[in-house]
């Protein structure tokens, strides 16, 4: 399956963003999509992910009750509404599709090419 990730930008700190990531190919719905996000000097960090079905969603506590993650399988995407956005937001946001929703970077096998996402002061 192919990624196209799309949506980031600049906003002001406490502003709200939504990202998109549109799949190409067959049995999206059978894949666990996330998101994840990478900041200059600093390792890829797990941000959010959904089950195939969306039944099932999880988030760290850095972006727990602000961003959420949601999928329209018969669109073939998932999207990210960030709210409440804080300058410790800005990174590179990518979207992953997996077999199964966990946090680990290294189980997610297709790969968007990432959207830019600045928070200002």
């Known amino acids: 399956v192919q990624l196209q990730a799309c949506g980031g930008g600049l906003v002001q700190t406490g502003g709200f963003l939504r990202l998109s990531c549109a799949a190409s190919?067959?049995?999206?719905?059978?894949?666990?999509m996330a998101w994840f996000r990478q900041a200059p000097g600093k390792e890829r960090e797990f941000v959010a992910t959904?089950?195939?079905?969306?039944?099932?969603?999880n988030y760290p506590d850095s972006v727990k009750g602000r961003f959420t993650i949601s999928r329209d399988n018969a669109k073939n995407a998932v999207y990210l509404q960030m709210n409440s956005l804080t300058p410790e937001d800005t990174a590179v946001y990518y979207c992953?599709?997996?077999?199964?929703?966990?946090?680990?970077?290294?189980?997610?096998?297709?790969w968007g090419q990432g959207t830019q996402v600045t928070v200002s002061s």
């Open positions: 992953a599709a997996g077999h199964f929703p966990v946090t680990r970077v290294g189980a997610y096998i297709h």
């Open positions: 190919g067959r049995a999206f719905s059978t894949y666990a």
């Open positions: 959904i089950s195939g079905a969306g039944g099932s969603t």
